[in-house]
């Protein structure tokens, strides 16, 4: 989609004096049925995932295999050296199953460190980072989002976008300062 | 904010019916006067296993009472707004710590036969000569004076405002309960530390971990919040709090008793590691008996019970947000703590493996027939939630 002077269209947006409004606002395009769009505060707002339709991320299910990774390279780092490779009687400690107490620190550290590295890479990717620049801060007063402003931008590649009728909905549930952002 | 459309309360709140529950009232009355009187029987017939089983039964009930009054201190000194409407139960639960105190006297009056140190003479023992100073009669009980009368005060007091708010709405009581709560906190530390090491460490005087107060602090902790689970889903299938306490609500109860039960295995885990892999007789003793003969069976069950079989359940959120299914692994919890005390205190009596007595049973149903009589008769005299905290909306508006 272009505007008349050809400029291609990344979106519509309109910011909300306050978080309540924007919430109502959430609910009332989720309603609408739109899919590719997105809420921006400077604070989290609760409830906002319900009021978005948002399902259960994945996140979850990829930090849980991370974690399990951990834990396995350190039960195969540690126990294939210390009782198969070259089993050596340290302290008198035995170097079985036994032995297993002095294994659980790095078994709970790698454990927590491939959690912590596959939930901050899948978060990475799911969000679409790392990149240079965003079409939305083409937009001036979206600086605020930082600071005091609560905006909701739809994105032109949602299959329901049509001008005149997501600016209708978006007047309709409190918004201002409506505008179209340009994608370039 | 919310989806829910949240129909606020009524000011006057909400009363448990105790004249609906007076039979039960009644039973559980009974139970606990046969179970009192078999416990003097008890006294008299076997001092010795008695004395053992009491304090077992009593370790146990005094933790899911001291962590209750945790979380209330906690509550107001963070400002927190989840568990306004869960907070008059911790506080009716906490208030218990006086029936507690009555518990005690029987193990003040049979300490002959629970602390060996307490019978050795002057210059018998140079190890214990030099504990001497700590470790004696009278600073003993001036400290069990003093944990008791930290308990007793600071849960009455909690109670007591939180209860006057109810009739004024006077926001006053919320600052007066957070400046409370900032000194109990740091007495709540010390009492219970210490009060593990005196009652529960003591019974070994030779022994000593560092790490034994927070061990004994981190399984209160969890076990008086799975504890709390129970009470407030019984209230709620009695047909209490319905409109009040919501599915998000359960959802933090069940992240706590997640948590706890992390924090649980690290420190016990700690405790034990450092004890394991420095190997020194005056350490080991204390899991060289529990690790040996057939209390390793129990060792065992503890380790797999109380840490990896609820840490794999409670990872799932769908668990959390299902009171019923929470509720198993809650008593589940509850059943281990109780696990963890008869651990602690029976292998110092028979430590050549388990032997099971009349008088544990005896006792655990005495103590515990008894709170919940008590609990029934203090339960229906006040809200069962904090019906005019300044944070009571937010709380039942509660997202996560």
Not at chain 1, 114 to 127: E, G, R, V, Y
Not at chain 2, 212 to 219: D, E, K, R, T
Not at chain 2, 277 to 287: V, W
Not at chain 2, 335 to 360: A, E, K
């Given at each position: 989609?272009?505007?008349p002077a050809?400029?291609?269209?990344?979106?519509?947006?309109?910011?909300?004096?306050?978080?309540a409004?924007?919430?109502?606002?959430?609910?009332?395009?989720?309603?609408?049925?739109?899919?590719?769009?997105?809420?921006?505060s400077?604070?989290?707002?609760?409830?906002?995932?319900?009021?978005?339709?948002?399902?259960?991320?994945?996140?979850?299910?990829?930090?849980l295999?991370?974690?399990?990774?951990?834990?396995?390279?350190?039960?195969i780092?540690?126990?294939?050296?210390?009782?198969?490779?070259?089993?050596?009687?340290?302290?008198?400690k035995?170097?079985n199953?036994?032995?297993?107490?002095?294994?659980?620190?790095?078994?709970?550290?790698?454990?927590?460190?491939?959690?912590?590295?596959?939930?901050?890479?899948?978060?990475?990717?799911?969000?679409?980072?790392?990149?240079?620049h965003?079409?939305?801060?083409n937009?001036?007063?979206?600086?605020?989002?930082?600071?005091?402003?609560?905006?909701?931008?739809?994105e032109a590649?949602?299959?329901?976008?049509?001008?005149?009728?997501?600016?209708?909905?978006?007047?309709?549930?409190?918004?201002?300062?409506?505008?179209?952002?340009?994608?370039? | 904010?919310?989806?829910?459309?949240?129909?606020?309360?009524?000011?006057?709140?909400?009363?448990?019916?105790?004249?609906?529950?007076?039979?039960?009232?009644?039973?559980v009355?009974?139970?606990?006067?046969?179970?009192?009187?078999l416990?003097?029987?008890?006294?008299?017939?076997?001092?010795?296993q008695?004395?053992?089983?009491?304090?077992?039964?009593?370790?146990?009930?005094?933790?899911?009472?001291a962590?209750?009054?945790?979380?209330?201190?906690?509550?107001?000194?963070?400002?927190?707004?989840?568990?306004?409407?869960?907070?008059?139960?911790l506080?009716?639960?906490a208030?218990?710590?006086?029936?507690?105190?009555?518990?005690?006297?029987?193990?003040l009056?049979?300490?002959?036969?629970?602390?060996?140190?307490?019978?050795?003479?002057p210059?018998?023992?140079?190890?214990?000569?030099?504990k001497?100073p700590y470790?004696?009669?009278?600073?003993f009980?001036?400290?069990?004076?003093?944990?008791?009368?930290?308990?007793?005060?600071?849960?009455?007091?909690?109670r007591?405002?939180?209860i006057?708010?109810?009739?004024?709405?006077?926001?006053r009581?919320?600052l007066?309960?957070?400046k409370?709560?900032f000194?109990?906190?740091?007495l709540?530390?010390?009492?219970?530390?210490?009060?593990?090491?005196?009652?529960?460490?003591?019974?070994?005087y030779?022994?000593?971990?560092?790490?034994?107060?927070?061990?004994?602090?981190?399984?209160?902790a969890?076990?008086s919040?799975?504890?709390?689970?129970?009470?407030?889903?019984?209230?709620?299938s009695?047909?209490y709090?319905?409109e009040?306490?919501?599915?998000?609500?359960y959802?933090?109860?069940?992240?706590?008793?997640f948590?706890?039960?992390v924090?649980?295995a690290y420190?016990?885990?700690?405790?034990y590691?450092?004890?394991?892999?420095?190997?020194?007789?005056?350490?080991?003793?204390?899991?060289?008996?529990?690790?040996?003969?057939?209390?390793?069976?129990l060792?065992?069950?503890?380790?797999?019970?109380?840490?990896?079989g609820?840490?794999?359940?409670?990872?799932?959120?769908?668990?959390?947000?299902?009171?019923?299914?929470?509720?198993?692994?809650?008593?589940?919890?509850?059943?281990?703590?109780?696990?963890?005390?008869?651990?602690?205190?029976?292998p110092s009596?028979?430590?050549t493996?388990?032997h099971?007595?009349?008088w544990?049973?005896?006792?655990?149903?005495?103590?515990?027939a008894?709170?919940g009589?008590?609990?029934?008769?203090?339960?229906?005299?006040?809200?069962?939630?904090?019906?005019?905290?300044?944070?009571?909306?937010?709380?039942?508006?509660?997202?996560?």
């Amino acid at each position: 989609m272009r505007t008349p002077a050809g400029h291609k269209v990344y979106a519509m947006a309109a910011e909300y004096p306050s978080a309540a409004a924007l919430y109502e606002a959430a609910k009332q395009v989720r309603d609408a049925g739109f899919k590719r769009w997105d809420v921006y505060s400077p604070f989290p707002i609760h409830g906002m995932d319900d009021a978005m339709g948002l399902k259960k991320s994945w996140l979850s299910a990829v930090v849980l295999i991370g974690g399990i990774s951990g834990l396995l390279t350190a039960a195969i780092m540690e126990f294939g050296p210390s009782s198969f490779l070259y089993p050596l009687t340290v302290h008198g400690k035995p170097t079985n199953f036994f032995t297993v107490p002095a294994f659980f620190p790095i078994m709970f550290e790698l454990t927590v460190l491939f959690a912590a590295f596959a939930s901050f890479f899948a978060w990475q990717l799911m969000n679409g980072l790392p990149r240079w620049h965003h079409p939305i801060f083409n937009w001036e007063r979206f600086s605020r989002a930082t600071n005091d402003g609560f905006f909701l931008v739809i994105e032109a590649r949602d299959p329901r976008f049509t001008e005149n009728e997501t600016r209708d909905l978006l007047e309709k549930s409190g918004g201002q300062h409506i505008t179209i952002v340009h994608d370039e | 904010m919310s989806d829910r459309s949240q129909a606020l309360p009524t000011p006057e709140g909400e009363y448990f019916e105790s004249n609906r529950f007076a039979g039960l009232s009644v039973l559980v009355g009974l139970t606990a006067f046969v179970a009192l009187t078999l416990s003097i029987a008890g006294a008299m017939i076997d001092p010795h296993q008695f004395s053992f089983s009491w304090l077992f039964a009593f370790a146990f009930f005094f933790t899911l009472c001291a962590g209750c009054l945790f979380w209330t201190i906690v509550h107001h000194a963070t400002d927190a707004e989840w568990s306004v409407v869960v907070r008059r139960q911790l506080e009716n639960i906490a208030s218990l710590a006086a029936v507690l105190a009555l518990f005690f006297v029987p193990i003040l009056v049979l300490r002959h036969h629970l602390y060996e140190w307490m019978n050795i003479p002057p210059g018998h023992d140079p190890a214990f000569d030099a504990k001497r100073p700590y470790l004696n009669w009278h600073f003993f009980l001036a400290r069990t004076i003093f944990y008791f009368g930290f308990f007793i005060l600071a849960s009455f007091f909690l109670r007591r405002l939180s209860i006057r708010q109810d009739k004024d709405g006077n926001p006053r009581c919320t600052l007066l309960m957070r400046k409370v709560a900032f000194i109990a906190l740091p007495l709540f530390a010390l009492s219970l530390s210490f009060g593990a090491f005196d009652w529960l460490m003591g019974l070994n005087y030779r022994w000593f971990s560092t790490m034994w107060g927070v061990y004994i602090f981190a399984g209160a902790a969890g076990s008086s919040m799975s504890l709390l689970v129970l009470v407030i889903t019984a209230l709620r299938s009695a047909g209490y709090l319905k409109e009040v306490v919501t599915l998000e609500h359960y959802h933090i109860m069940g992240k706590w008793m997640f948590a706890f039960c992390v924090f649980w295995a690290y420190i016990a885990f700690g405790q034990y590691m450092l004890i394991w892999y420095a190997n020194m007789p005056e350490e080991t003793q204390y899991f060289l008996t529990r690790n040996t003969e057939s209390w390793w069976n129990l060792s065992m069950l503890l380790v797999i019970g109380r840490f990896f079989g609820p840490f794999a359940i409670l990872l799932l959120r769908s668990i959390k947000k299902q009171p019923h299914r929470l509720c198993y692994v809650a008593g589940w919890i509850v059943f281990m703590q109780m696990l963890d005390m008869y651990l602690v205190v029976l292998p110092s009596l028979h430590g050549t493996g388990i032997h099971l007595s009349v008088w544990d049973f005896v006792s655990v149903i005495a103590m515990g027939a008894t709170l919940g009589f008590v609990y029934l008769q203090i339960v229906g005299r006040t809200s069962l939630f904090p019906v005019r905290d300044p944070r009571l909306i937010e709380s039942l508006r509660l997202t996560n």
